[in-house]
């Protein structure tokens, strides 16, 4: 079966704090696909990446990083010098190698950047 | 940039009525996707669509749903008769592939349609 847990159902920091926002995974596909999405309090959903189960590389967008480790099964999700813009919930997202396309999403970490 | 387009944002049916939300993919996209989201709680999948057909459904995606795409730009959601447990918002979704084994195509979400049931 495949499950994605995100742990931290809330978190609150102050403007300029760093954040990180946990994701842990199962699956038993050897070739997987893991997600973040943003959702603001209007209630889209913005993609913000995704990685492959292949490639290992953590990456690095502006203030927003990301720790990719396959031996813990984590994904995790680091907001550097958070602003109050970052206010949103979180989602991390599994998609199988061999199913059809569907996106399996955890619980959501819901940030609140306070000022 | 291409959008998914969903309408209405807003839906709102009385207990027992039929609801219909629409979806526009992006054009060159052939996979299509619904999710709900009930207030407060994650996103789930409910039906993924190709090819004309549904290629998987969750648990949730009863008999009292369906979808179609009635031409070629259109996808629908069809609630026969709602519940009340059907208020939520509802995603739609697509991508251009389902997975190429190299890079899978992230899938493209609309904005959402609310529907509240009354």
């Known amino acids: 079966a495949q499950k994605v847990t995100q742990a931290q159902t809330e978190i609150s920091v102050v403007e300029k704090e760093d954040v990180t926002l946990d994701c842990v995974y199962e699956?038993?596909?050897?070739?997987?696909?893991l997600f973040w999405y943003k959702q603001p309090p209007s209630g889209e959903l913005v993609f913000l990446i995704r990685?492959?189960?292949?490639?290992?590389q953590n990456e690095i967008s502006g203030r927003y990083s990301w720790n990719f480790q396959k031996s813990t099964s984590s994904f995790n999700f680091t907001i550097t010098a958070s602003q109050v813009v970052d206010s949103a919930v979180y989602f991390c997202?599994?998609?199988?190698?061999?199913?059809?396309?569907?996106?399996?999403f955890g619980q959501g970490t819901t940030l609140q950047v306070k000022p | 940039e291409p959008e998914v387009t969903q309408t209405p944002s807003h839906q709102v049916t009385q207990m027992g009525q039929e609801v219909i939300l629409r979806c526009v993919p992006i054009?060159?996209?052939?996979?299509f996707y619904w999710y709900r989201q009930i207030l407060g709680q994650k996103v789930e999948f409910l039906v993924s669509?190709?090819?004309?057909?549904?290629?998987?459904k969750s648990e949730i995606f009863d008999d009292q749903f369906s979808v179609e795409r009635p031409d070629g730009s259109n996808f629908t959601l069809k609630i026969r008769s709602t519940k009340l447990e059907d208020s939520a918002m509802y995603f739609c979704?697509?991508?251009?592939?389902?997975?190429?084994?190299?890079?899978?195509?992230?899938?493209?979400f609309g904005d959402g349609t609310r529907l509240s049931i009354l």
């Open positions: 699956t038993r596909d050897t070739t997987y696909y």
């Open positions: 979704a697509s991508s251009a592939h389902r997975t190429t084994g190299k890079a899978n195509q992230p899938q493209h």
């Open positions: 990685r492959n189960s292949f490639d290992e």
């Open positions: 054009s060159n996209h052939l996979y």
């Open positions: 669509f190709y090819n004309n057909e549904i290629s998987e």
């Open positions: 997202a599994l998609h199988g190698s061999g199913n059809t396309g569907k996106l399996i």
